[in-house]
């Protein structure tokens, strides 16, 4: 079966051979892995031009033995992010998490327009980098099954104490008064209201307008440093592409 499918390449890898293997994230079909036809369609300058962060649409397939690309068309190359050592680590970073966190041949519509919106911004200059960084990591949670509950206090509902507490593994909140009579066998992290507010935003405003809210530097200092204590819970492993982007943000500032 042939299929006309866009689709961004979050990886890439060589066989022996010179056999190029990617890996798409589509919005029909999640996460699929396919390798690049050698003979037909696909000639030698159209498979060099296929990159990482890019997306495409492409001409796919779909055999017994997996999916072959025969054909693809650039929508968006994302290519000025290569200049910039940071931003090419978190879009790296984003590519990563999309991988370890969207199921693979489900539809995935919401989980593509995240990592495509979040890496124009980044390569327009539209927020700063910590900013689109905390977005993408607590709405990329929302959406795959990890949305934290901030409704309230897990306990006695309130919506909002003087000192609430959120606990990542659980993905709740807990406020002083609770906190008090309860076993704290996970990490917490206090919030303050600016960051409670905006933790809020993300999870639960429509995906056009996810990026539009506004928080103080040292605030979302602290922010990006819960959303990422909360993904790498989940993800259960050091990531590469992280370090190297700490590396980056540190060396730069």
């Known amino acids: 079966m042939n299929l006309k499918i866009a689709g961004i390449v979050l990886k890439q890898k060589k066989s022996i051979g010179e056999q190029k293997y990617l890996t798409l994230l589509t919005s029909q079909k999640g996460i699929i892995d396919a390798k690049l036809r050698i003979f037909g369609k696909m000639n030698k300058n159209i498979s060099r031009n296929i990159n990482v962060l890019g997306y495409y649409y492409f001409d796919i397939f779909d ?5 072959i690309i025969d054909s693809a068309e650039t929508i968006e190359s994302f290519f000025n992010l290569r200049y910039c050592p940071e931003k090419l680590a978190l879009a790296q970073y984003f590519c990563e998490l999309t991988y370890l966190f969207v199921p693979s041949k489900q539809r995935a519509l919401r989980h593509l327009n995240l990592l ?37 206090c897990k306990i006695c509902c309130n919506y909002e104490k003087e000192t ?40 639960y405003k429509d995906d056009k307008d996810i990026f539009k809210f506004k928080i103080n530097r040292d605030q979302l200092e602290y922010l990006s440093s819960l959303t990422e204590k909360a993904v790498l819970i989940f993800t259960e492993k050091e990531l590469s592409t992280l370090k ?10």
């Open 63 to 67: 055999g017994n033995h997996g999916y």
């Open 116 to 152: 495509l919106n979040s890496l124009w911004l980044l390569e327009k200059n539209r927020y700063s980098h910590d900013f689109i960084k905390c977005v993408f990591e607590l709405r990329l949670l929302s959406l795959s099954g990890y949305m934290p509950n901030l409704v309230g």
């Open 164 to 203: 609430m507490f959120y606990v990542p593994f659980r993905g709740e909140l807990i406020c002083s008064d609770c906190l008090k009579n309860i076993n704290q066998k996970y990490d917490i992290f206090k919030l303050t209201k600016p960051v409670l507010y905006a933790m809020r935003y993300i999870i």
């Open 244 to 253: 190297i982007y700490h590396q980056f943000n540190e060396e730069f500032r």
